[in-house]
């Protein structure tokens, strides 16, 4: 049974940084893997997702510049580097993966985590 775990969320101050982590487990080696968003009353929107071997990495309109998303494949991990967070960054952020790419439809979801930036 696959799971993706996620931690590293909380509360930050406007231009701050934050950095989540998600793990994977009963499976290895997916092709993508990567990050959503949702804010209340907003729909899911796509941040950032690599390849195994992060020969491709894609970010969304609301993540370029500012995150970085990089994987330790020998750990089952993805990460998402925050920095110079905005309000408009509030969301619960979502890992997730799959066995193709791009991450338009990912197989596997994690719980998420809260990610809450104050002005």
């Known amino acids: 049974q696959v799971q993706l775990v996620e931690s590293g969320g909380g509360m930050v101050q406007a231009g701050g940084s934050l950095r989540l982590t998600c793990v994977a487990s009963g499976s290895t080696g997916f092709l993508s893997m990567g990050w959503f968003r949702q804010a209340p009353g907003k729909e899911r929107e796509f941040v950032a997702a690599?390849?195994?071997?992060?020969?491709?990495?894609d970010y969304g309109d609301s993540g370029k510049a500012r995150f970085a998303i990089s994987r330790d494949n020998a750990k089952n991990t993805v990460y998402l580097q925050m920095n110079s967070l905005t309000p408009e960054d509030t969301a619960v952020y979502f890992c997730?993966?799959?066995?193709?790419?791009?991450?338009?439809?990912?197989?596997?979801w994690g719980q998420g985590t809260q990610v809450t930036v104050s002005s």
């Open positions: 690599a390849t195994r071997n992060m020969a491709i990495k």
């Open positions: 997730a993966a799959g066995t193709s790419w791009p991450l338009s439809r990912p197989a596997y």
